[in-house]
């Protein structure tokens, strides 16, 4: 498990030999640039203070001896063969078998489409054992995949060998797939021996302490074949295989879509806190607090007081810190190039924006428009549905707004509703009005539980706002709505 380390800016002494060479591979790694500090996009639409870039090892042949030689000291059996997980760890494991003497079998990305059609090259017996070795691992998902194969196959797998842990859940997750895990180095150990060595500053340790802390994958690495998938894993499995395939088509979700499926996963939430403050301070100061249980923090920039460019730049730094999206609740409904001007003023720092489909398909195209030339990516939200009494969205106009929707799958994330809208899966529901204690205020809107939300109205995402900005301990509360949404979103999914 992840430990934060003291910032005391002293390495800790040791007169051994082994750790004498892990902190002098430390070393050489960041000199060559394997190791990077300071705001890099990960695979999942996160900004990461650290990046591990193992792949250019191949260019300093001398250091990937070194670190076969190093990774080869944890394997203590003689009696298995060796496989690199495709494709940083391929020439690692290559250099490990050479230099043993130990077989190794090769596993493929994806099947040739002539020849034998093998996943996986090698030569191998029934039952023999396969040591996996893997550069760096996070969730631990693609050792378990390489896994899952090789044991389909005949092979034992019990072991893996890591050049790095990103200490972010993949050791949980992998022992719980039936693989122990060897690390050479950890995350920890990188930040200690750089900042003892005065490479970098106590900031940027307490940077990568906190984006780790904050972006815990537990359970994301697990073997799911026996758990059923939701629609999330299955349409991001569906989108990692077409994007192998190179294939795209009109219909293609956006990658917001994508981003908010995955945060969903990794953070184990479904909570979007609805923060309508009228005060900047107050609204950094509130998301602060809640930022480590929410999937999305939705917000009305235009009725905030003292709102800055400033304002912005804050709320962006804390979306990267926590791993959530932000949510301009905006309901743009007006001619194409209005909304274009209009979504201009947010979309530098919004993911997320609610639209009326009133005035039609040229809404749309102003956002869509907008992700081809803007700043960053907008998801539209079309409000479907509204949670207030006596508001005037009737049963046809509602299945008007579905329609558009999904005819407009690479701008449109979703709906805005009160039940399941759309039977499309693709498209994510979120419902506001939800409350865990009350039913209504004191002027029309009506509340709903977290779990009538998801199990009855089919809600993805809770929208709850004044049960966790007004209550006595924001974090505490958001907390409690976090495990109420997600342990119905599990319920529902048949998952427990």
Known sequence: MYGTILLTGKMSSTSSNTDSKMNSLILELERIGAVKFGEFTLKSGLTSPVYFDLRILVSFPKLLEEVAALLLEKVTRRDCVLCGVPYTALPIATLMSVKADLGMVVRRKEAKSYGT??????????????????????????VIETANLLRKLGLTVTECIVLLDREQGAVDNLTKAGISVITLISVSKVLEVLLGAGRISSSTVEAVNSFVLNNQTQGLGADTSSVIKTRFETRLDTMKNAEKKQESTESDLNLVSTRLMEIMLRKRTNLCVAVDLTSAQDILELVEKIGSSVAVVKLHADIVNDWTEQTEVELKKLADKFGFLLFEDRKLADIGNTVRLQALKFSSWAQLVTVHALPGPGVLQAVRDLQKSGPAGLGVLLVAEMSSAGNLISSSYTQETVNLGEKNKNVVVGFIAQSRVSQDNDLIQLTPGVHLSQDGDETDQRYVSPADAVLKRGADLIIVGRGITGAEDPAEEAERYKKAGWNAYLERTGQV
Do not use: A, L, P
């Open 117 to 142: 059609k093998k996943m996986v090259e090698g030569v191998w017996t029934e039952g023999q054992n396969c040591v996996i070795v893997e550069d760096v691992v996070t969730t631990g998902g693609s």
